[in-house]
């Protein structure tokens, strides 16, 4: 089984027999097997046939209408679904299963800072990395050790701490300065950045959580409340390293945005502008459209990966879940 991506825009899926067609300006591009979808993500502009979107129904296939950003206008869902059934296997979940899960994606998200450095370390020969690589060895040992998720998250925040001081040292454009992490709102450019890629990914993960039949509001590592998504919050520490903070480095060393034209201060905080978006969005969709060659399909589908590990883990707790690792 597998998702089916409309992220060319402009496409026109139909139906035919038991084949959905996906066809561009009258010119057939693929054909997918209709019993082989499990979901279809349609970003941005483009169009679904009614007889198509009948069979998706008939056949329990959801599809969500996004923006090119991931960001969910709506879902078409049969009537049978709905996560109340799996929300219950959720909220069953042992204190000792939500921890060691929690851990898991701590030490998943330090692991990956922690590469991160060292391919900018050999890159760029930034031989000031070397004490902040080996701070985050030690620390994701101790990750496995802590025994409740206060003791987990505050590990968590020094490791944060830890990277990004070293994340400042890996730019190589001196338009642009970061000496920590500032939110809510970012306090200069880098910031900027992060927080608004950061918010594209949390905005798509929330969409495959609810396609995937999860309750987002259950999580292992951050606060279940009615007003926090945590399982979001979750599975999101993941891919902050490798998908947004690798973008941003990129973007700043390539000197392809503008420190001094791409960027507005307002409200107390800076902000990208619309040529700053434009040109952040344009690298972000290109990247987040290449296929995987191991999977055949696009960065996005890491992200749909996850979760469906998640969910898995969710029907049976003695397999724990295991986080993406870059390597």
Known sequence: ????????????????????????????????????????????????????????????????????????????????????????????LSAIDRLIVARKIVQAKIQNCRTLLLRQQRKNSISELAQSIERLQHLAIQVLQVEAIDKLMGLEGIAAAVYFDAFGRCLQNPDFTFIARSRRPPGNPINAMLSFGYQVIWNHLLTLIELQGLDPYSGCLHQTSDRHAALVSDLIEEFRTPIVDSLVLYLTNRRSIEAATDFEYRDGGCFLNESGRKKYLTAFLQRMSEEIPTAGQPRWDLLNRQVKKYKQFVYQPTYSYEPYLTR
């Open 1 to 92: 089984m597998r998702t089916l991506y409309l992220s060319l825009q402009g496409c026109y899926l139909s139906l035919e027999q038991e084949q959905l067609i996906i066809q561009r300006q009258k010119i057939e591009i693929q054909r997918v097997q209709l019993p082989l979808t499990e979901q279809i993500l349609v970003f941005g502009n483009s169009q679904i046939t009614t007889p198509a979107i009948r069979a998706c129904l008939q056949r329990d296939i959801p599809i969500a209408y996004l923006s090119r950003l991931g960001f969910c206008y709506g879902r078409t869902l049969s009537i049978e679904r709905g996560y109340r059934q799996l929300a219950r296997y959720q909220q069953d």
